[in-house]
């Protein structure tokens, strides 16, 4: 958790320092299975956490092995998916391969939007709006960032809907009527 914390702050090195302090878990004598299999979870953890920094990072070679990770461990991809998709935006990457891979496995999953993941659900869907607009498909960007301004209602994060406001308006010409609907029905909803 200190590392995630680290990682969130900026401060990289604290961040790889906790982690290891975690992966390393496993040089720890005397244990019984029941503590094996807690070692060797935060293990695991550990490894999906040191991925998910790196990547936020800029390491765009180890994309692979993280998507690989992700794909042998369920309940990380949604989490994962928004790490890459969040990373793809801040440095520029195209990867709509691995974003379509890792959104079939999250949607068959049963990970929806009333999911107990919503939280990321909403990073995810407001990073996929970002990716997408930078990918210069607008209608698509339009799509998540109607998503991800529902479930910050439903979770009541309202400095999120104005984040998304503010993302939609600057897509708003080149939005379909129906969506330009949606919005308004959205709009009229939260007064």
């Known amino acids: 958790m200190r590392g995630m914390a680290y990682q969130k702050l900026g401060q990289i090195d604290q961040a790889r320092a906790c982690i290891r302090q975690y992966a390393t878990l496993g040089c ?7 503590e094996l299999q807690v070692v ?11 991925y998910a920094l790196e990547i936020e990072a800029g390491q765009v070679e180890l994309l692979e092995g993280y998507v690989n990770l992700l794909l042998e461990y369920p ?16 440095h520029g990457w195209r990867i709509d ?9 999250v949607d068959g999953s049963g990970v929806g939007i009333d999911s107990l993941n919503n939280d ?6 407001y990073q996929k709006a970002l990716y997408e607009q930078w990918m210069g498909r607008p209608q698509e960007a339009v799509e998540f960032i109607l998503k991800a301004m529902c ?14 406001t503010a993302v939609l308006e600057s897509l708003r010409e080149m939005a379909t009527e129906e969506q330009i609907e949606q919005y308004r029905v959205f709009l009229e909803g939260i007064k």
Do not use: N, P, W
């Open 97 to 105: 391969f691995i974003i379509q891979i890792l959104e079939e496995k």
């Open 40 to 50: 060797q979870e935060f293990k695991r953890k550990a490894e999906i956490h040191r």
């Open 75 to 90: 309940e990380e991809r949604l989490s994962g998916v928004k790490v890459i998709t969040e990373a793809a935006v801040r």
């Open 28 to 34: 720890m004598e005397g244990l019984d299975e029941a």
């Open 120 to 125: 990321d659900m909403y990073h995810y869907c």
């Open 151 to 164: 479930i910050a209602d439903r979770l009541g994060m309202e400095r999120h809907i104005i984040k998304c």
